[in-house]
């Protein structure tokens, strides 16, 4: 395996995430739009030819992971004839990143994505599981830490009762990114993109990780030097 090729642990991502924004003047809204977009375009040539009809819900916690699965909702529904779904997990107070609170933002005015949210999210939803096509998970993205709290429990109960074929945004959502192992419950995906370097834990409990396609999201490779 070459130095390119080894996986990084979470605190070596934010690292080299944080060299390229702060070195080399790649802003994370950048990164975050093209982690959304690649996201996009690994599900539709997973699901294609034709998306027409489909119906995609994502579920966003208010983390970058939410963040990047506003982005692929976007670009999903610009193909048109598709019924996107944004399930808001948690208070949207609290958004943690200027990021993806400008993507929350633009979601906001498009009338082609449907958006649920408040104390009974998970419920609203529940009707509406057995006539999925796609759920994109983006509930916890590498920065999980703690007990799993309610909405999010429930969502991921519901996710992996459904029969619905899966996408994990960067991590399974439960799954801790380093060591591979989850507490209490984990999103159990059918495909997990990641992005520009393969985390540690993604190469380990692989019945939850499912297929793992790595998306590049120009990230300039000079960003890890002094980190891996």
């Known amino acids: ?3 390119e090729e080894e996986p ?3 605190e070596q991502m934010y ?27 690994f599900i539709v040539s997973e699901k294609g030819p034709t998306f027409a009809g489909k119906k995609i819900i994502s579920f966003c916690g208010t983390g970058n992971n939410g963040g990047d699965a506003m982005v692929a909702s976007r670009h999903l529904s610009s193909l048109g004839g598709i019924e996107v779904t944004l399930v808001i997990l948690g208070d949207i107070k609290n958004i943690k990143t200027e990021e993806t609170m400008i993507n929350w933002g633009v979601i906001q005015k498009m009338k082609s994505i449907k958006i649920l949210t408040g104390p009974n999210v998970v ?5 509406k599981v057995s006539e999925l096509d796609i759920i994109i998970d983006g509930i916890f993205g590498t920065g999980i830490k703690g007990k799993i709290r309610e ?3 429930s969502a991921i109960d519901l996710i992996n009762n459904s029969n619905t074929y899966v996408v994990s945004v960067d991590i ?19 495909a997990t993109v990641t992005f520009h370097r393969i985390k540690k834990g993604l190469t380990i409990n692989k019945e939850y990780v499912g297929k793992l396609h790595l998306e590049k999201i ?10 891996v």
Do not use: W, Y
């Open 1 to 3: 395996m070459t130095t």
């Open 8 to 10: 990084v642990t979470s």
């Open 15 to 41: 690292r080299i995430e944080d060299n390229a924004h702060s070195i080399f003047g790649m802003k994370k809204v950048l990164m975050m739009e093209n982690a959304g977009h690649g996201l996009a375009d």
């Open 123 to 127: 419920e609203l939803v529940r009707r």
């Open 151 to 153: 909405p999010f429990s």
């Open 172 to 190: 399974p959502s439960g799954l801790d990114p380093n060591d591979g192992s989850f507490h209490e419950k984990c999103v159990r995906a059918d």
């Open 218 to 227: 120009g990230i300039p490779i000079e960003s890890e030097q002094g980190v």
